[in-house]
């Protein structure tokens, strides 16, 4: 079992909807959880992160994040083909040193 | 305020030679991570340093691979002899370690190496 998991893609959804993208993990002391954007060739950028249950909105983003199920997701509202990117998961697990284990990303395509 | 930076952006070089990787970090950031990155996966810790000590580098292939950070700013990796699977790119990230486990990686644009 991979230590962060994410369906490939790609994910193609129409402009103005609403795209999910998924990841689970499998370390349940896993503490924090981000969300990386990355255009084709270049490098990551961060969207946002959580660490408590629920629900984070920021923006046209929200992450959802449930420890019992060990699984987080983003949505993307009003998509735009702006948003069309690879979109990474990454885990803080324990143990310090703030070590993040990335998923292989989701692609996302959002078409006019 | 500045990003990381990295040189060079793209290295071609035929297998069995050496090569090395520059990175400065964001101002006042005392951790630097390697990560390298093989096209379709996401990216995968080499090494990481707090100030110029290394934290973790249990991914390392250190019989090819060295990393140093000499005065905790700048960092440098090297891949002495490098193999056709070493064609990725690499990506240097900073962080400033104050906000514990929220403390957010910032990444420069990376290297990107062929090895022929």
């Known amino acids: 079992q991979k230590e962060v998991e994410q369906n490939s893609g790609p994910l193609s959804v129409p402009e103005g909807a609403i795209a999910s993208l998924n990841c689970t993990y499998s370390?349940?002391?896993?503490?924090?959880f981000f969300w990386y954007r990355q255009y084709s060739g270049k490098s990551p950028e961060l969207i946002m992160f959580?660490?408590?249950?629920g629900d984070k909105e920021d923006g046209r983003f929200t992450a959802q994040l449930n420890k019992a199920s060990q699984y987080v997701s983003l949505l993307i509202r009003d998509s735009q083909p702006s948003d069309s990117a690879t979109y990474l998961c990454?885990?803080?697990?324990?143990?310090?040193?703030?070590?993040?284990?990335f998923g292989t990303g989701t692609q996302l395509k959002v078409e006019l | 305020e500045a990003g990381v930076a990295q040189s060079p952006r793209y290295k071609i070089i035929e297998k069995r030679q050496s090569v090395a990787f520059w990175c400065n970090p964001i101002s006042g950031h005392a951790t630097l991570y390697w990560y390298q990155q093989i096209l379709g996966q996401g990216p995968k810790l080499l090494i990481q340093f707090q100030n110029n000590g290394v934290v973790d580098d249990s991914q390392l292939p250190k019989d090819r691979f060295s990393a140093e950070r000499l005065k905790g700013v700048d960092s440098t990796l090297k891949i002495q002899p490098a193999k056709l699977e070493d064609s990725a790119v690499y990506l240097c990230a900073s962080s400033s370690r104050s906000k514990g486990i929220t403390d957010t990686q910032y990444f420069g644009p990376g290297t990107r190496l062929t090895v022929l």
């Open positions: 990454a885990v803080n697990k324990p143990g310090g040193g703030n070590k993040l284990t």
């Open positions: 370390d349940r002391g896993s503490q924090s």
């Open positions: 959580i660490y408590s249950n």
